[in-house]
Structure formats: C-alpha cells, structure tokens
C-alpha cells in the first residue's frame, strides 16, 4: 500500500505538523517540514485542520429512504402507519439504495466507522466496502418469540458473518445483532451470545430506550433489561447497547462491571420523545464508556456526527450545568470511545492508530476565528467543513467529492420513489 | 430596479413554478412555464427548492469574534474572566470585522433579516447595509443605573437611529434595545418607551433569561420582569422579548395582552444552562408570537438558524410530546413569525411579499429523498445547501457565493488574534 504525507497540517491544539501514512496506519507525526520523504501522494495541509474521523456506534443506515415519512405522528401511529408497512415491502434494491446514500453521508459529514443494524445486511457488505468506509453490520436479529423466525434470523446473522470473511479489505466487520431484550426470545438471545464469543464479534441491542420498554419486562421478567439480560449471561465488554436512556443506578453498575458500551442517541431520543435522557452524570462518574450514535435517518433525521456532537454537549449543560461536560470529552467520545468499543484502534491521530481522518476547511465561517478548535468542532462546526475523508490511508472523499456522488443521489430518490408508490398511506 | 425570472423551481409542497420579482417584491408566481417575459436576469431553479429567507430575531453579531472562548467555565466566570474584560477591550475595527464575519455566516446559513443588539451599532450601518442583508440594529442600551452612562447610551441610540434613516437601501431599521430589567434604569426603560413610539421602532431587550434574575427582580421590584416591564409601561406589540425561559402563567398571559413577540433561542439556553426551557406549550395555547434566535456567537456558537429550528423542534417533542409541534409550525416560526415581528413583510413566498428567499440544492444528501421537503428542511437540512441568497431581489449569493468571503474571513481572524493577544487570562 502506498504512503501518504499530509504536510503542514493544523492541528486541533494548535500548530503544524507533517503527517506520513503507511500501510494503512500513521507511521509518522512530526513538526512541519520535518518529514522528508519521496512519495507520490501528498496533500498539502496549510488550509484545513486535521481530526480523528468520527464514529457512529448505532445507526439503521437503509433508512435514510424513509427520512421525513410521518414523522409528527404519535410514536405508535407512525411505526404502524408508515415505517412498518413500508419495511415489509422494501426489496434488496431499496435497502442497497438506502445504504449507499447513508454511506455517502456520512462520509460527507466526516464519519469514518458505523455500526449498523438492520435488514439484508449480507447482501450490503461488497457495496459498503465499494463506498470505502469502515463498517461494522449486523442482521437485525428479531424473533418475536416464533421459532421459525428465530430460525431464519439465525441463517441471516451467519450469512452476514461470512459475507464479511470474503472480504478482503478488512473494513467491514459483522456484528450480532439481537434488536432488543423485547422483541428475542431468551434462546434466541442465548443463541447470540454464543455466536459472538465464537466468532468474536461485537454484540449490537437496544437497551431501555422507553419507559414503556422498561416497564413491560418488569412485568414479563421480574427486572429492568439491563438485570435481564445480565441474567441471562448477555451482557460484557463486547456489547454496545443503544440509548440506555431509563438506567437505575444497579442497571449502571451493571454496565460498569460488565463493561458494556453506550451507544447515546440524543437527538433520536428527543425527536421520539422517549420520556428522558441518558443519564450521563451517573454513568460517567461510574466511569461506564459513552460512545455517540445518531440513530436511523428515519428517527433523527440526520446522520451528521457533528451534530450529535453539539447535542450531547448542550443536553448534558442543560440537564447537569456548565461544566458538567467538556467539548474534548464530548470529542472523544464521538471518537477514540466509539473505535475502541467497536474494537478497532482508530478515533486518534497518533502513531500507529489506524489512518482514519478527516481534514476540514480552517476557512469556513464555522471555524473562524480559531480561538480554540475543539470548541468549534464541537459547537460551531457544520460538517460541510469536511473536505477529505481518508479511512486506513485510503483517500475516498477528496476536496469535497466522493465517487458516484450524483448517481447515488438519482438512485436513491428513485428508490424511494419507487417504494412510496405503494403506500396508500402517505 | 431591474427583474429577476426564477424558472422551473422546486416548491417545499411540491410542484414547480415560475417566480418572477419586480420591485423587489414577488410579483407573478405560476405554475412553470407559465411566466413568459424578456429579461436578463434569469436564474434556473430545476435543481433547487426555495422557500423564504430565514429570520433570526435575536443575536450579537459581533460576538462571532468571540467564538468559542472558555464556553466550559460556568456563566459568571465564563463572563467575569473572559467575555467582559475582551469586550471591555473592543475597538470599532474589532466590532466591524465581528460584524461582517456574522452576515457572512448568516447569509451562507440562509438568514435574510437579523435583529441585533451590540455596541458601536451606529458605525456598522453601511458596513451592514454593504452586505446585501436586511437586519434591524440595536445599541445595546446598557446605564447600570449610572446616570452618566444613560446619557451616553441615549446618544449612542440616537446614534444610530440616525445612521439607519440615511440608509437609503431600506434593507437597515433601527431597534431600540434596552439590555434588561436588570441592567436599565426605570429612567433608562421609560426614554426608551418614548423614543420607540417617537420614530416607530421596535424594542429589543432580554427578559427572564435565568432564574436569578426573577428572583432578583421580585427582590427589587416586588414582581417578576414582565410584570416589573408591563407596570411601567415599557411592553407592546412592538417588544422582542429574548429568551423568555422563566415565565409565570401571569406573565404569559401579559404577554399575550401586550402582544409581545418571544425570542425563542433554544440552543443558547442550553449552552448557558439557564435552568428551564421556553414554555412552548403554554405559549402556544395562549397564541403569543414565538420567533427564534441564535443569540450571539459567543452562547451558541454558530448563528445557523437551520440548526434553531432543529433544536425548537426537538425541545418541543422532548418536554411535551412528538405531536406537540408539526415541521412546518417551526418553519412558519423562523421566516413568517419573525419578519412579522420586526415589522417587515417578508418571510414568505407569496404575491407582493418582500422578495426575501433562498434557493437550496435539492440534490445535498441532507435533503435526498424529497418524501417532504418541510421535514427535511426542520429536521435534516444542512446549511450548507444554501445556493443562492436574494434579498428585496438583489442576489446577495450566488452558487454559493457571497462578494469579499476570503477578505471577511482574514479580516475577522486578524481582529480576533488582535483582541485576544493582550488576553493574559486567555
């Protein structure tokens, strides 16, 4: 694999650094002009400011084909009305349109790695990868207590498994991904875990997102989902758990001494109005790794990290104080917390990291004036800043264009056509 | 003042038209192809949609300098230690490049119309009115129960009340803008009653931001602030009210009475942690004018009102549901509520409305598929799809473009490196 030197790049504290990439990794980070190496590929840095690529621990990217269905619709209303019926009638080709226009932006606004749950996920491995972007995909695994289901969703979970085997690049990585303690039956979640330690995957579940959700398997199980699934052996450093919204304080310690990995969902969390918010406060100071998600476009409506970003930061000001969170904090977890909980060593610009950054444009009104760069990702930055996305030293954003841009927009405006014309509903 | 053709445009609610602006006003809009006239100037709309230029009814524009200046320090040191001894520094070349950075980002972010409160307004009127942008600017009316200092800032506000009637654009109108109860004298309150009512112009000032300064007005004044302001005379239909968070059911139902319009500005509330949020339902069932804003750079920190209307939406879903505001509720909040406020006939695409608009392009990812424009515009909408600006039918940005960029982006890093270099604290 070829070098890549970036030169006198800003950095986030300030400074210029030249920056050698190899073999996928950073090899080299050293004073402005202090690299002296003869390579082919360089992109001088002098107008943009380089930062770790940011990770999206939990998302439903096919659904970007559903943005803005319905969505001031009571929750129930709306899943009934209009997602459901119009999941039940997407077909692989609607589910790789939505994913390859997902893929387009978030590379856009300057994610390098997802997490992913949903549909048919085996079919949309050698696409993902197409796109360049790192990945980590799982079946969305629900049974809904039917055997025959659970049969199913068990072949799908291991095609996905072996769909990301032949792969070659090494970007794109399986998941399990049970949806949720109240839609998997115990075996079926039993069956899960298995897999994962066999295959030494991440495990992918929603964990009490509602109130509702909270209450119901009290009344089927005797305890909240995080004592549930621990119960049942599920819980453990490999398993990110989305929104995490209604914790007791044995649910936090729970996930501490499991070292189970949150997935924060703020602005999916407030646009669902799920009753809460994470309580970030008690599970930081247990020291319980929070890493940042944005949730299917469906329920955001955006898959724009940088957004995230300012909402965790404003919601945690809103609900604890001030200082209750720093931008960098808030950064890291939009980064190196979210690589490492989704085992893999990026979200750093450090030697020997995996080479997966991202360059902004130091002159966009966001960013000006440059008084403290980190505040300004976090709070200022739009994510149309991002002008180069390289992931494992590959370039696949470059001054803004992404490859096919035009024809994955036209593909994905056409699926959705194509599926909403069905819907009677809408 | 010459024509302007926009042909074959995308509307939020479907369809396509041909508009066409005289005067600076919407003259004809018709079903495309409809409008058949000669004229040079001619923009083709195929790949954008248009909907009515932004209005951000309360900001510190030249606040932008101070972007992202010890935002982690709790509001009294963050004010103490950083913002009033820079702002105690401030020079008018600090003030103008501030000011121009600001209509720099509000035009590309599709803000047509601000409503400002600063320092040294009167020196930014042909600075502002170069700009293309329409904007009302206010002296920050500041006596600290200081005599001498009123006098001052009687003058100041005079000032610029002067500079404005010699704007012969029209785009440029004065505010009054008393800072507060809390920082103004009841003298201080009652000239700036009268001279509004003198020359017709609206009141800008700050009330109930945070619970301290309820709590210091019923200490002071027996009362809470709108109650304190509605006793000696100073509310009316003609008063934006910023911020608004600590209401009483007596104060909104004055503010009802009076009919003054609330500066709802979501994100700044969050960021200074103000304790509460705006009381969207109660307002709304009363039927006050909500209008949002940003505020200043300094609380926000970006002056994106694509952004406020996201975070209003959200707020409003969070505390009292997902059918308590609809997309396009929001919407009618950020263009048609807050030029009606500010006494101006904008903020909608319609027959004899002042031509005040933005062109987005269609094919951004954030607004792909177009399953409803509005949602998408609410909820998912970059600013950055922002292609076009047109003001009173002057083309302000064009493809993204706005006159003199790079010089403002110089100039206001130049100026903030300045300010902050004699900043030992910093």
Known sequence: MAQLLIK????????????????????????????????????????????????????HAAMTLLRGIGDDLELKRWLKEKIWPLEARMKIEHIKAGMELACLEMIKTGTTLFNDMYFMESDCVPLVDRMGIRAILGEGFIDAFDEHLEKEKRAETEKVINACASCSSGRIRPSVAPHSAYTVSEDGLGWCRDLADRHGCPIHIHISETGKEVKDCIRDHGSTPTRYLEDIGLLGPDVIGAHCVHLTDEDISIMKSREVKISHNPISNMKLSVGDILPMRPLMEKGVTITLGTDGAASNNSLDMFQTMKFTALLSRQRYGVSSIGAKRVLEMATRAGYLSLGSDGGEIKVGRLADLILLDRNHHSLVPDNDNISNIVYSCSSSTVGYSIIGGEIIMEDGVVNREREIIQNARKAASDLLSGDEGS
Chains 1, 2 share one sequence.
């Open 8 to 59: 006198n790049i800003h950095m986030m504290d300030g400074g210029r650094k030249d920056i050698l990439i190899e073999e996928g990794r950073f090899s080299q980070i050293e004073e402005a002009g202090k690299v002296r190496i003869e390579t082919d590929r360089v992109i001088e840095g002098r107008e943009h400011i380089v930062m770790p690529g940011l990770c999206n621990t939990h998302t």
